[in-house]
């Protein structure tokens, strides 16, 4: 079975700094991995995903993630945060033929 | 936009009662999923639906029930609510044909409150 956690419910860091969003994830097989973004009000919206092929994927709005295999982990970073990356990020799991599992979000907070 | 469309937006009723919610995928996409989102239990994956037979469940109480029409659109049903059930309840549609893994599409939800 797969799982996901994300480390850290809240992260927040100032305008212009880095950001970084930790995931880890289990699977028996090659998983695809892909980190949503959710905006007060509103549903959840692809960021990036990792199938197969390179391993350092890029999203859009500026973010990109690598996938290591050997650490199990797909965290999402982003150069210089923007006031509008406030928002609820989800990194998500899924097999071929089985359903997505999420991991539990991490609120991004931007500070001016 | 993301073509999945989601009804009612907002919903308030009273324990014990039974309310449907109602979601149209995105043209063409033959799965449907249905998620559950509250503050305590995170974003939890209740039930999914390809080409109108049930696919895979999830952590969905046996009170509610769901359904994948011809048309495509799916009703999520709950029953006998309990102040619990209050949530945002998600619809995702994919292209996924069973054989892959692919992203999900949400609609932008509908919050259910319980009173």
């Known amino acids: 079975a797969q799982s996901v956690t994300q480390l850290g419910s809240h992260v927040s860091v100032s305008e212009g700094a880095l950001v970084l969003l930790r995931c880890n994830y289990s699977?028996?097989?090659?998983?695809?991995l892909f980190w949503y973004v959710q905006y007060p009000n509103q549903g959840l919206q692809l960021l990036l995903k990792?199938?197969?092929?390179?391993?350092l994927v890029k999203g859009i709005n500026g973010f990109e993630a690598e996938f290591k295999k050997s650490e199990t982990s797909f965290h999402l970073t982003k150069p210089s945060a923007h006031m509008s990356d406030a928002a609820e990020y989800f990194c998500a799991v899924s097999v071929v033929g089985f359903k997505t599992i999420f991991g539990a979000g991490t609120r991004l907070f931007v500070k001016a | 936009d993301s073509g999945v469309t989601q009804t009612p937006k907002h919903l308030i009723t009273a324990t014990g009662q039974r309310v449907t919610l109602r979601c149209s995928p995105r043209s063409g996409d033959l799965s449907v999923y249905w998620y559950q989102q509250s503050l305590d239990q995170g974003l939890q994956f209740l039930i999914q639906y390809y080409n109108g037979e049930e696919r895979a469940k999830g952590n969905i109480l046996e009170r509610f029930s769901a359904q994948q029409f011809p048309d495509l659109h799916s009703e999520l049903n709950l029953s006998s609510l309990e102040l619990g059930d209050s949530a945002l309840y998600f619809c995702?549609?994919?292209?996924?044909?069973?054989?892959?893994?692919?992203?999900?599409?949400f609609g932008e939800g509908s919050r259910l409150t319980v009173l």
């Open positions: 699977s028996s097989v090659p998983p695809y």
């Open positions: 990792y199938t197969t092929g390179a391993t």
């Open positions: 995702a549609s994919s292209s996924n044909q069973g054989q892959t893994a692919g992203e999900l599409f």
